[in-house]
């Protein structure tokens, strides 16, 4: 039987979603393929990321690699240095089998393969509801609708977010909104003072239709429009109750370091 996470846990893909792998390569890191086998995967160089990357020039949450289940995506989390993809400087970009992902002086080689869907209990880590037609979130304080207008939107106190919040409680970028499936969902991006979803505590929660979150002293309330899940939950009958579903249970992390003098005189990696 398929191993149950608690829900706040990023889950590992469905087994029918793109098998998606980093490949380090010579002169700019050791040597080595990372498979990337969750929805979400951090990097940076931070305690916590799925790839820590020991370098001054390095952000705390410099990049995610996130699998949607179907496409796979890369942004940059507003870093100081940014990313780069294929030469140029990248922002949010759907990434393709063989294409370059530098983060300066770490360059890594995407290799990702395409899968058919597979016949098995877990194919789907998540319980998922109808797809919603429209996501949206309010700022509960003003009543202001805020729609993201892209795959993938940060949120946080940066002026490099996609949704700034002038809330000093707030990490810079404190969240990533994003669809697994179709299906909206957030993620902690190891900020200081974490993500409430309704007053818990989460890293990792698949969004149901007027569910609260919290980042720092700012709420904000999920609106699921024209769906079933926004009909149920307009009778009383919310489905907040998503399960990760996961086949392999470890949490394995990796550290790569590069010699601090690429770039000038040593100094601390920066944080939040």
Request: hydrophobic share 40%.
């Amino acid at each position: 039987m398929p191993q149950v996470e608690p829900a706040d846990v990023t889950p590992v893909v469905a087994g029918s979603a793109p098998r998606v792998c980093l490949v380090a390569q010579d002169g700019s890191a050791d040597s080595r393929t990372i498979e990337c086998r969750r929805v979400v995967t951090l990097i940076g160089s931070r305690r916590g990321c799925k790839v820590k990357l020991a370098h001054r020039h390095i952000s705390a949450v410099h990049l995610a690699i996130v699998n949607n289940g179907t496409e796979v995506y890369a942004i940059d989390l507003a870093s100081e240095r940014g990313t780069r993809l294929n030469g140029l400087k990248m922002e949010c970009e759907r990434l393709t089998d063989g294409d370059m992902l530098e983060v300066r002086p770490f360059l890594f080689r995407v290799d990702i393969e395409n899968r058919e869907q597979v016949d098995e209990e877990d194919t789907h880590p998540i319980s998922l509801d109808p797809t919603p037609a429209v996501v949206a979130i309010e700022h509960l304080a003003t009543g202001r609708i805020l729609k993201p207008t892209r795959e993938l939107c940060t949120v946080g106190r940066r002026s490099g977010c996609d949704i700034i919040v002038e809330d000093r409680k707030v990490s810079r970028v404190h969240i990533l909104l994003l669809t697994y499936f179709g299906h909206p969902a957030v993620i902690d991006l190891l900020s200081h003072n974490q993500t409430l979803i309704n007053d818990r505590s989460v890293q990792f929660r698949v969004l149901a239709n007027n569910d609260v979150i919290a980042i720092g002293d700012t709420r904000f309330g999920v609106r699921l429009l024209g769906s079933m899940v926004a009909e149920r939950a307009a009778n009383g009958s919310s489905s907040g109750s998503t399960k990760p579903i996961v086949r392999d249970p470890a949490r394995d992390h990796i550290d790569i370091g590069a010699d601090e003098t690429t770039f000038g005189q040593r100094s601390a990696p920066k944080t939040d």
